[in-house]
């Protein structure tokens, strides 16, 4: 899997500049990079939602859990959930997404239902330790079972793919608290190879107008564009 800094670089060889006099920004590449990379997935994945992703285009997030009473567009009916403590990037339509976590009370999946159904959920006597998981309109995620030990859940983890790679990398779990403010060109890019090779052309496509070299109109055998020709 090919790092932000090398798709930076292929980027600025194509367009045969350097980072010391080159026009574009390394954050202005990430921001292109990652638009198209959500548009190649998109392209290849969205028509066929039964057709397997690439484990390459997977990010997985670590998400702190915390306490609380309500959850936003459905009534109070006693009792707590946990909430992600951050909202989480949006995912794509497509691909395997799970929640799960570890500890020693709870080890697994957990299933993600549609918020209508998750008011309904562990009454089955069945089913009681299952822990049911649903997405607000703001993004957060919410946890809910029938057994009130699910709320020593400190933290739980998500895969899945993401449409805006940058952001889902500030959650990402790789590395240890200082590792995750690392600098992003540092970071993993998260696409199958199959896709790098057409990312960078659509990305070099996009800026590449911007490095054409002015056309001499000029009617004659002179370089007017040259700077001893502009100084005559």
Same mark, same amino acid.
């Given at each position: 899997? =090919? ?20 026009? %574009? ?5 990430? %921001? ?6 959500? $548009?190649? &997935? ?92 649903? &997405? ?19 933290? =739980?983890?998500?895969?899945?793919? $993401? ?25 993993? $890019?998260?696409?199958?190879?199959? &896709? ?7 990305? %070099? ?7 054409? =070299? ?14 001893? =020709?502009?100084?005559?």
């Amino acid at each position: 899997m =090919a790092k932000y800094k090398e798709i930076v670089s292929m980027v600025l060889d194509m367009l045969k500049v350097t980072s010391d006099d080159s026009i %574009f920004t390394e954050g202005h590449i990430i %921001f292109l990079a990652g638009r198209y990379r959500s $548009f190649l &997935l998109k392209q290849k994945y969205y028509n066929d939602l039964k057709k397997q992703v690439p484990e390459s285009n997977y990010q997985t997030l670590c998400l702190d859990l915390e306490k609380v009473e309500s959850i936003e567009g459905l009534p109070c009916e006693g009792g707590y959930y946990l909430r992600t403590k951050e909202p989480v990037p949006t995912l794509q339509p497509f691909g395997n997404t799970r929640l799960y976590t570890s500890g020693s009370y709870y080890n697994g999946n957990i299933e993600f239902v549609s918020k209508d159904r998750f008011k309904y959920t562990g009454y089955n006597k069945w089913f009681k330790n299952t822990i049911y998981a649903t &997405l607000d309109p703001s993004q957060r995620i919410y946890l809910t079972s029938q057994n009130p030990q699910f709320m020593y859940l400190k933290n =739980a983890k998500l895969h899945g793919v $993401f449409e805006n790679a940058e952001e889902a990398s500030k959650l990402a779990c790789d590395g240890d608290d200082e590792g995750k403010e690392c600098d992003i060109l540092d970071r993993e $890019f998260p696409l199958e190879d199959a &896709l790098v090779a057409p990312l960078i052309e659509l990305v %070099f496509k996009e800026l590449a107008p911007s490095v054409v =070299a002015p056309e001499d109109k000029a009617n004659d055998a002179n370089d007017n564009l040259s700077p001893k =020709a502009k100084e005559q």
